[in-house]
């Protein structure tokens, strides 16, 4: 079956940098894009941005242009999101999702959190 | 850019018809997703393309839309149901995509 597994959480410091991984399984990799979405406390879901797993081709959120890559290995299925320079307001849980008109399915999601 | 706008809340008894609003503020309307999302769990997706149910989802959902609105309805709602609600939709260029997502609207089984 079709299966995204990500990363465990993390723990960073403001000024920081974090990267999630997230594996995919059960179908051709390179043939749908993936996006990250997350979450934060209580909040609602916010776009992050997406990567096509084939051609490496990213498109970010305006908000976090600059501050936010992501790649991808082939070799491994695995997709990956670094978001740089992190703040408080960067604690949220981080999804990845993979688009077949629509996000299914999603990742577990890996929570970041931002603490000093 | 746009907005997609949905109600903070909507409750109803079990067995009634839950209808959830997602109104987007500009032209033109792309397709609208639904997903719905339990405490402490990830998002699925309950309808694509406006008003496609994915297998594995309840004949008790369904989707609509008329303009820049679309509607998701829970027919005959059950406990199980009570979750919030996220309305998506996106838009894309030769360069560039954009992903939006409504506010989100608790639906609460009283």
């Known amino acids: 079956q079709v299966q995204l597994v990500q990363s465990g959480a993390e723990v960073r410091n403001p000024g920081a940098s974090v990267k999630v991984s997230c594996k995919a399984s059960g179908y051709t990799f390179t043939s749908y894009h993936m996006h990250w979405v997350r979450q934060a406390p209580g909040q609602g879901l916010e776009w992050v941005g997406v990567v096509n797993p084939s051609t490496g081709r990213t498109s970010y959120a305006q908000k976090f242009q600059g501050r936010v890559t992501m790649t991808r290995d082939t070799s491994t299925s695995t997709v990956y999101m670094e978001l740089s320079s992190l703040t408080f307001d960067d604690t949220a849980v981080y999804y990845c999702a993979r688009d077949v008109d629509g996000f299914d399915p999603w990742g577990q999601g890996t929570l970041v959190t931002v603490s000093s | 850019s746009y907005e997609l706008t949905q109600p903070p809340s909507v409750s109803v008894s079990p067995g009634q018809t839950a209808r959830i609003t997602c109104s987007a503020d500009a032209l033109p309307k792309n397709y609208a997703y639904w997903y719905q999302q339990k405490p402490g769990q990830a998002p699925i997706l309950v309808i694509y393309k406006d008003s496609e149910r994915p297998s594995g989802i309840p004949e008790r959902f369904s989707g609509s839309s008329s303009g820049t609105t679309v509607t998701l309805t829970i027919s005959g709602v059950q406990a199980e149901d009570e979750a919030d609600y996220y309305c998506?939709?996106?838009?894309?260029?030769?360069?560039?995509?954009?992903?939006?997502f409504g506010g989100g609207t608790k639906l609460t089984v009283l």
């Open positions: 998506q939709s996106a838009d894309s260029s030769a360069t560039s995509a954009y992903v939006i």
